[in-house]
């Protein structure tokens, strides 16, 4: 019917959340390699297959096993919204809750069109997480089992991530799971980009000991960490104690996510030619100096020229030494002594750095500018 009426017209037809209707109709997958092949072959009709389910739409769709499989002319991969487009969807907000609301709703778009701007950052982490009806405090359950059929594992692992165990031995002193059982679950969830494996600048990729791992989309990491264990008691009303217990450990949750944050940044500094040099590479690194005592550097940055890094250290806190902390940022990137380094201090306002540190500080303000 559609090659009849509209054959000869440059027409696009989407469909969207094919895993829904493809788990309904087996045969769908078949149907369209059929159209694809035949009734659509000489046409100008352009169709798009839209899905949330990284698996179904990976393995279904593009799998080598799919009807579909070689028929695609293109694929795209929505990520979520960055710290600065997310906050489009909240525009008189403060730059610090601007923050905190992509620490706490992540970068979806639909999660962000929740948000209600006449009311405070509290009361929507609170309506939107902790109350009965709160949209969002059934969400990560949903999200599991449209990609899981038996997801309880794999919340145990992105919860033992989301609460701080990051690495394969605290996962696995979290989750009471054997090593070899959580490194199969880590690659699905790296497969499925809920969490990414992280190693410290300079490292062998190879080289498993130094791996870190950290949730990608903030949502996730929020949900896990803080709602999922009490969603029961959510559901009889308690929802304020836990609101409470959580706006209490924010600003420990929200540390990580400023260094993320201070290197997309930095990102859209790169772009614009606005950094002393062209990024090669964004990350992080951490290691032990001979006393043994573990160091870490949140930003660092190589040229394109192996020659020069941007290091930086980040601050989500109200008041803290100022001088003390370009100092140790100062031994730290004294690491790299082989490279020409510039230093940034990253935090939430502008701050007065003394002396000759040459060290550069840049703030919330002008993270929005």
């Given at each position: 019917?559609?090659?009849e009426?509209w054959g000869?017209?440059?027409?696009?037809?989407?469909?969207?959340?094919?895993?829904y209707?493809?788990?309904a109709?087996k045969?769908?997958?078949?149907?369209l390699?059929?159209?694809?092949?035949?009734?659509?072959?000489d046409t100008?009709?352009?169709?798009?297959?839209?899905?949330?389910?990284?698996?179904?739409?990976?393995?279904?769709?593009?799998?080598?096993?799919?009807?579909?499989?070689?028929?695609?002319?293109?694929q795209?991969?929505?990520?979520p919204?960055?710290?600065?487009?997310?906050?489009?969807?909240y525009?008189?907000?403060?730059?610090?809750?601007?923050?905190?609301?992509?620490?706490?709703?992540?970068?979806?778009?639909?999660?962000l069109?929740?948000?209600?701007q006449?009311?405070?950052?509290?009361?929507?982490?609170r309506?939107?997480?902790?109350e009965?009806?709160?949209?969002?405090?059934?969400?990560?359950?949903?999200?599991?089992?449209?990609?899981?059929?038996?997801?309880?594992?794999?919340?145990?692992?992105l919860?033992?991530?989301a609460?701080?165990?990051n690495?394969l031995?605290?996962?696995?002193?979290?989750?009471?799971?054997?090593?070899s059982?959580?490194?199969?679950?880590?690659?699905?969830?790296?497969?499925?980009?809920?969490?990414?494996r992280?190693?410290p600048?300079?490292s062998?990729?190879l080289?498993g000991k130094?791996?870190r791992?950290?949730i990608m989309e903030?949502?996730?990491?929020?949900?896990y960490?803080?709602?999922?264990s009490?969603?029961?008691e959510?559901?009889?009303?308690?929802?304020?104690?836990y609101?409470?217990?959580?706006l209490?450990?924010?600003?420990?949750f929200?540390?990580?996510?400023?260094?993320e944050v201070?290197?997309?940044?930095?990102?859209?500094?790169n772009?614009?030619?606005?950094?002393?040099?062209?990024?090669?590479s964004?990350?992080?690194w951490?290691?032990?100096?001979?006393?043994?005592?573990?160091?870490?550097?949140?930003?660092?940055?190589?040229?394109?020229?192996?020659?020069?890094?941007?290091v930086?250290?980040?601050k989500?806190?109200?008041?803290?030494?100022?001088?003390?902390?370009v100092e140790?940022?100062n031994?730290?990137?004294?690491?790299?002594?082989?490279?020409?380094?510039?230093?940034y201090?990253?935090?939430?306002?502008?701050?007065?750095?003394?002396?000759?540190?040459?060290?550069?500080?840049?703030?919330?303000?002008?993270f929005?500018?």
């Open positions: 019917m559609i090659k009426q000869d017209k440059h027409l696009v037809v989407v469909i969207d959340e094919y895993p209707a493809a788990s109709n045969s769908l997958n078949s149907i390699q059929y159209v694809i092949d035949y009734e659509f072959k100008n009709i352009f169709l798009i297959l839209c899905g949330s389910s990284m698996s179904f739409m990976e393995n279904q769709v593009l799998g080598e096993k799919s009807p579909l499989f070689g028929r695609r002319t293109g795209l991969k929505i990520n919204l960055d710290y600065y487009d997310s906050a489009r969807f525009p008189n907000a403060s730059n610090e809750d601007k923050i905190r609301y992509y620490a706490c709703v992540g970068g979806t778009p639909y999660y069109s929740l948000i209600d006449e009311l405070s950052f509290e009361e929507n982490l309506e939107l997480y902790f009965i009806n709160g949209y969002l405090n059934n969400e990560g359950i949903l999200l599991m089992k449209q990609e899981f059929r038996e997801p309880a594992n794999y919340n145990a692992v919860q033992a991530i609460s701080g165990s690495t031995g605290k996962i696995a002193g979290f989750t009471k799971l054997e090593s059982l959580i490194s199969k679950y880590l690659i699905t969830l790296q497969e499925l980009n809920y969490i990414e992280v190693i600048f300079g062998n990729p080289k130094t791996s791992y950290q903030n949502f996730i990491a929020f949900w960490r803080y709602i999922l009490i969603r029961t959510i559901e009889r009303g308690n929802g304020d104690i609101f409470a217990l959580a209490d450990d924010l600003s420990d929200i540390g990580p996510i400023f260094e201070s290197r997309q940044y930095l990102r859209r500094l772009g614009r030619r606005g950094l002393p040099f062209v990024v090669k964004f990350g992080k951490w290691g032990k100096d001979k006393k043994g005592n573990v160091h870490e550097l949140d930003v660092v940055l190589e040229s394109v020229t192996g020659k020069e890094l941007l930086g250290e980040c989500w806190r109200n008041s803290f030494k100022v001088n003390k902390t140790g940022l031994e730290r990137a004294a690491h790299f002594s082989k490279y020409t380094t510039f230093k201090l990253f935090t939430k306002t502008p701050v007065t750095v003394e002396g000759d540190a040459n060290v550069v500080n840049l703030s919330l303000e002008s929005f500018e």
